[in-house]
């Protein structure tokens, strides 16, 4: 599941192998936050950084909470949003992780790209 870091700014994956994820529930909050459009689809999802950037285990908070104003009130916390943010089609990001097969789920027409305009 790819995301958009808000606060590190860049594409984020979560994934079962790297700790991402380690039930249904978790796997339901990553693929949330990676298609939620601030202001639009409800509250942030946040998730534990070290999570995502060390492959450890965290520091016996939750892994993902839900709400606006997380990561700014504590800074173990990086907000997800849709990957669409840094990555309009994250292939590429799957592709570099090693997946051998990518499942891309288009909402728009050939020729048209995801920000509405005309190739």
């Known amino acids: 599941v790819v995301s958009s870091g808000l606060q590190c700014g860049h594409s984020i994956v979560l994934d079962y192998e790297n700790g991402g994820f380690d039930s249904v529930q978790e796997l ?26 060390n492959n450890k285990k ?8 839900v709400g606006n104003d997380i990561a700014s ?16 089609l994250p292939y590429k990001t799957a592709l570099a992780q090693g997946a051998t097969h990518v499942v891309m789920l288009r909402s728009r027409p050939d020729g048209v790209d995801v920000t509405g305009k005309t190739s």
């Open 58 to 65: 965290g520091s016996g908070k939750p892994k993902y909470i």
């Open 28 to 53: 339901a909050s990553a693929m949330r936050s990676s298609c939620l459009l601030p202001g639009i689809a409800g509250p942030i999802v946040n998730v534990q950084k070290d999570y995502i950037r």
């Open 73 to 88: 009130s504590d800074n173990d916390y990086e907000p997800l949003a849709d990957a669409l943010i840094y990555e309009p």
